[in-house]
Nanobody, 124 residues
Framework: QVQLVESGGGLVQAGGSLKLSCVAS????????MGWFRQAPGAEREFVGA????????YYKESLKGRFTISRDNAKNTVYLQMNSLKPEDTAVYYC?????????????????WGQGTQVTVSS
């Protein structure tokens, strides 16, 4: 069992930056591929990006490449999402998720554990 707790959300002006953190419980964090998803009101949960167990590989939603960066620190059981040049359309609840698969996957149903989410609001 893995418990995930996100933090770092908030209100930011367009063009600003935020860094989200997700801390995992347990001693097996490095065994999981970690993903970030987001869900805007009335919309389906969508893939933001993911990082492999060793940080060797990352994969992003195409439209977010260059603005969002995922990293992890296995010693701290933490995965991060750095978001730059934020836009009002980035407003959503952001979730981190853990996947036991070795491979990076992008569908919510493929992930095994989820955090409670953190709200990000970007004002224009």
């Amino acid at each position: 069992q893995v418990q995930l707790v996100e933090s770092g959300g908030g209100l930011v002006q367009a063009g600003g930056s935020l860094k989200l953190s997700c801390v995992a419980s347990g001693r097996t964090f490095s065994s999981y591929t970690m993903g970030w998803f987001r869900q805007a009101p009335g919309a389906e949960r969508e893939f933001v990006g993911a990082i492999s167990r060793s940080s060797a590989n990352t994969y992003y939603k195409e439209s977010l490449k260059g603005r969002f960066t995922i990293s992890r620190d296995n010693a701290k059981n933490t995965v991060y999402l750095q978001m730059n040049s934020l836009k009002p359309e980035d407003t959503a609840v952001y979730y981190c998720a853990a996947d036991r698969s070795y491979y990076i996957r992008n569908k919510p149903g493929e992930y095994d554990y989820w955090g409670q989410g953190t709200q990000v609001t970007v004002s224009s």
